[in-house]
């Protein structure tokens, strides 16, 4: 198994920028971890992902604004979110795949709102 556990969010201005973190623990090996959002409304989406080797991919909305990194040592995933917009307030969840386990992990959540 894998539990995951967010920290950071909050409440920043458009155009600033904000740090989420994630922790990993469990006995199951992760092979792929990152975040998803679900605004209001709206289905939950893929953000971001990084696999084990650093490899990266991210969601044309977020692209040059955020930034994903891994510390497979610390288990632990962050994302750098900068020039944020109204349209990035949302429950970010830390997500992590087990290749181990052959299925996928969601945290808690973490709410983020873009607001003036």
């Known amino acids: 198994q894998v539990q995951l556990v967010e920290s950071g969010g909050g409440l920043v201005q458009p155009g600033g920028s904000l740090g989420l973190s994630c922790a990993a623990s469990?006995?199951?090996?992760?092979?792929?971890m990152g975040w998803d959002r679900q605004a209001p409304g709206k289905q939950r989406e893929l953000v971001a992902r990084?696999?084990?080797?650093?490899?990266?991919y991210y969601t044309d909305s977020v692209k040059g604004r955020f930034t994903i990194s891994r510390d497979n040592a610390k288990n632990t995933v962050t994302l750098q979110m900068n020039n944020l917009k109204p349209e990035d307030t949302a429950v970010y969840y830390c997500?992590?795949?087990?290749?181990?386990?052959?299925?996928?992990?969601w945290g808690q959540g973490t709410q983020v709102t873009v607001s003036s």
């Open positions: 997500y992590a795949y087990s290749a181990t386990m052959s299925r996928n992990y």
């Open positions: 469990g006995s199951a090996s992760i092979y792929v």
């Open positions: 990084v696999g084990s080797g650093g490899t990266t």
